[in-house]
């Protein structure tokens, strides 16, 4: 082994070394900042109006369009949600202060039975001013949705102001949904 060889052999695991530190570096200080957070998944409506859509509701009730989101001329709260999905349960409470607080949330049950979105709904509590159904899940690919549950905030005007993957919870909704409702109201 020639000796450029030999140097380049002993001096690549500080390399890698130097590679990660930086990495770890720039992790930490994103956090420092409240830069990070791992749940964060982009998302390209952020920005844009709402996708077209329009779905039936639950039996014997209107589902919505679009143009329904951005017709209260307030903000609003997409919420996918389905039966059986139990971070969906987790997230019910916020979703119900929400709601008491006058927030306009509107749901869509995604790649669920009536009769199972029903009974949860009576279970869990119904926070939503509409909701509408994707049992295909069409919508869903529509907005680009990860999984459920995933809620949007959408501006008076129809444009999506921001995504969150995953339930929410107290520290979501005083951090960043709270300070939205304030900027948008």
Not at 4 to 32: K, N
Not at 47 to 75: E, M
Request: charged share 20%.
């Amino acid at each position: 082994m020639s000796p450029l060889a030999r140097r380049a052999l002993l001096l690549a695991p500080l390399g890698l070394l130097a590679v990660g530190g930086t990495a770890m570096y720039v992790l930490l200080e994103r956090m420092r900042t409240d830069d990070f957070d791992p749940r964060r998944v982009p998302s390209v409506l952020v920005g844009k109006t709402v996708p077209d859509f329009a779905l039936d509701g639950q039996p014997g009730l209107p589902g919505f369009t679009r143009a329904d989101l951005a017709a209260p001329g307030r903000p609003v709260l997409l919420n996918f949600f389905a039966s059986w999905c139990l971070p969906c349960v987790a997230e019910a409470p916020q979703l119900m202060a929400l709601q008491r607080r006058g927030v306009a949330i509107f749901g869509i049950a995604y790649k669920d039975k009536a009769e199972a979105t029903e009974v949860f709904l009576k279970r869990h509590g119904n926070p939503f001013a509409r909701i509408g159904r994707d049992p295909e899940g069409r919508a869903g690919m529509e907005f680009g949705l990860y999984g459920v549950p995933e809620t949007y905030f959408i501006d008076g005007a129809g444009i999506v102001r921001a995504r969150w993957a995953g339930a929410l919870t107290d520290a979501l909704v005083s951090g960043s949904i709270d300070p939205l409702l304030k900027k948008y109201a």
